[in-house]
């Protein structure tokens, strides 16, 4: 009788150790299978580590070569050029703003009358970070624009009225629409001197207007590789445009590593003019 209860006891003891064995075992794998779930979360993963790590290296590296170029555009040798941007301000003029400060560029925006009253602060910003404001008319058509000496006058003289009233500067910079040949004709060109006005076109058309998504940039530096040797300072005629900010850092990382200073015009610079040479005639109307 006493080895049976033996017995029994025994088997009892037998069964409990077995059935803490299992909880212990199933406590083991749950808690290994949330370790697991842990380090394979994509906050802690190796390979997530690894793609910030890329990241920021690659950040580190833009930033690296932005200054490499900046040091380059500074020892410059008196290497100067200037960049011209007509019919602003736009959508795109702040993206251009920001793009031209992380390369320490100045730059120089002839503007509209009627863009001007519609993005007062955008000017404002232009002047803020120091580049050069000129005037751009009014209508930019040209059967309006070219009208008569005093459709002329009149527009530059109502768009230098808006641009001071805005930013308090009296620019006597201006471009006609669409340059000066062929319908600036002598008399208009002797009306605008005449009132102060300061006429610039440009000697490269970037044509970032016409040409597919950045293939202007190819076309500026092409002209520019023409201009070396000759002491001749570009004057790059571009465009306030979206898909010209777009592939605007390519170009000023090519203008930095050829140690080229970008700067703003200024009554200071000898200003490009086209010449007429008998091109110029009075426009039909």
């Known amino acids: 009788m ?15 150790f077995k059935k803490r064995i299992i909880s212990l075992g199933l ?44 040091i380059n555009s500074k020892n410059s040798d008196g290497k100067v050029a200037y960049l011209t ?8 003029t702040e993206d251009i703003l920001e793009i031209l400060q992380e390369y320490h560029a100045k730059a120089t925006f002839f503007m509209l009358s009627q863009h001007m009253e519609e993005s007062p602060n955008v000017i404002k910003q232009v002047v803020e970070e ?22 002329v006058l009149g527009e530059m ?14 620019s006597v910079l201006i471009r006609t629409p669409y ?20 006429l610039w076109d440009w000697n490269i058309d970037s044509r970032d207007w016409d040409l597919p998504e950045g293939k202007y940039v190819e076309n500026v530096i092409f ?4 201009f070396e040797g000759t002491g001749v300072a570009p004057v790059v005629l571009l465009h ?9 850092p390519e170009l000023l990382t090519y203008l930095a590593k050829q140690g080229l200073q970008l700067k703003k015009l200024d009554n200071s610079v000898e200003p490009v003019q086209f010449k007429c040479y008998d091109r110029c005639q009075q426009l039909e109307v």
Request: aromatic residues 6%; contains cysteine; glycine residues 8%.
């Open 157 to 170: 003289n109502e768009a230098q009225a808006v641009l001071e009233r805005i930013t308090g500067i009296h």
């Open 2 to 16: 006493a080895l049976q209860q033996e017995n029994r006891r025994n088997q009892t003891i037998t069964k409990i």
């Open 179 to 198: 340059g000066s040949i062929p319908y600036l004709t002598e008399p208009f060109r002797k009306a605008l001197s005449g009132q102060g006005f300061e």
């Open 27 to 70: 406590l083991f794998v749950t808690t290994f299978l949330l370790i697991c779930l842990i380090d394979r979360s994509p906050s802690n993963s190796p390979m997530k580590e690894a793609e910030e790590g890329l990241k920021h290296n690659v950040t580190n590296k833009q930033k690296r070569t932005r200054e490499s170029l900046l």
């Open 240 to 248: 306030d445009q979206p898909k010209t900010a777009k592939y605007l």
């Open 223 to 226: 002209q520019i590789q023409n």
């Open 85 to 92: 941007f007509d019919d602003g301000p736009s959508s795109a």
């Open 130 to 151: 120091g580049h050069g404001v000129g005037i751009h008319g009014v209508t930019h058509d040209v059967n309006q624009f070219y009208h008569s000496e005093q459709t």
